[in-house]
C-alpha cells in the first residue's frame, strides 16, 4: 500500500510519516513499513554554480526529478527494491556515490511538499493525507529547520518564503486538500494524528 502524504512547507507531514513509521515497527501485528521522501528526488544542480542554484524555484515540480521518483514508486508498489538518492540541501548537490536501499516493505509512506501539487499523483498512491496547518505557523517551523539544520540565515528564509514558498503553496494547497483522501491537523499532537490515520487505513 502506497500512502502519500502532503501539505505546506513546516506543516508537519514529515514528522507524521516518520510517525506513522515508526509506530508500524513497533507492534508486531503491524506491517513491515517505510518511509520514502519526495525531498531526495530534488534534481542534481552541481553542474551550475552556487549562485546559480540559489536562484533555483525549489518550490515548483519543475525542481523534482519525477522520472527517477515515479519508477522507485513503481518498484516499490510491485514488492521491489530502491537505492534512494541522497540530497545536500546546503549546496543544492546529490552526494555521488551515496544511496539508501529501501524496500521491499508492505506499507511505504511516501512524504513531500510536491507532492499536493502534481495531482497525477494519485494514480500512483491508494491514499493521500494532507496535513492542514496555519501558514504562519509553518513559517516558524522552516526558520527553526533551515537555521539550524541546513545553514540558512533568516533572512534568505523570508526572502525564499515570501517570494516562492508561500505563492506556490497558494497555487495547489486548496485544490491539493480537496483531493485528499483525509485532512488532519498539524496543530495537533503527533500521536493522535497518527491513531487518526491507522483508524482511517484500517491496518
Known amino acids: 500500500m502506497i500512502v502519500a502524504i502532503t501539505g505546506a512547507s513546516g506543516s508537519g507531514k514529515s514528522t507524521l510519516a516518520q510517525s506513522l513509521v515508526k509506530s508500524s515497527l513497533s507492534v508486531a501485528s503491524g506491517p513491515a513499513a517505510c518511509l ?22 525549489f518550490d515548483r515540480i519543475e525542481a523534482i526529478d519525477l522520472p527517477l521518483f515515479c519508477e522507485h514508486l513503481s518498484k516499490l508498489k510491485s514488492g ?10 546546503s549546496k543544492h548537490t546529490r552526494i555521488a556515490d551515496h544511496t539508501d536501499v529501501l524496500g521491499p516493505a508492505q506499507l511505504v509512506v511516501v512524504d513531500g511538499l510536491l507532492l499536493g501539487a502534481w495531482a497525477e499523483l494519485t494514480s500512483n498512491v491508494d491514499y493521500t493525507i494532507f496535513v492542514d496547518t496555519p ?15 541546513r ?35 498539524g496543530e495537533v499532537p503527533t ?7 491507522w483508524d482511517a487505513l484500517s491496518f
Open 36 to 57: 520514502l521522501s519526495l525531498d531526495a528526488y530534488y534534481r542534481d544542480l552541481s553542474h551550475f554554480s552556487l549562485a546559480q542554484r540559489e536562484g533555483v524555484n
Open 80 to 89: 521491489g527494491q530502491i537505492e534512494v538518492p541522497r540530497y545536500d540541501f
Open 135 to 149: 501558514t504562519n505557523v509553518c513559517l516558524q517551523r522552516r526558520l527553526q529547520r533551515d537555521c539550524g539544520e
Open 151 to 185: 545553514g540558512r540565515s533568516e533572512a534568505s528564509v523570508h526572502e525564499f518564503w515570501n517570494s516562492r514558498v508561500l505563492p506556490e503553496f497558494q497555487r495547489w494547497g486548496e485544490g491539493a486538500k480537496r483531493r485528499a483522501d483525509l485532512v488532519v491537523s
Open 191 to 197: 500521536a493522535l494524528a497518527t491513531a487518526e490515520v
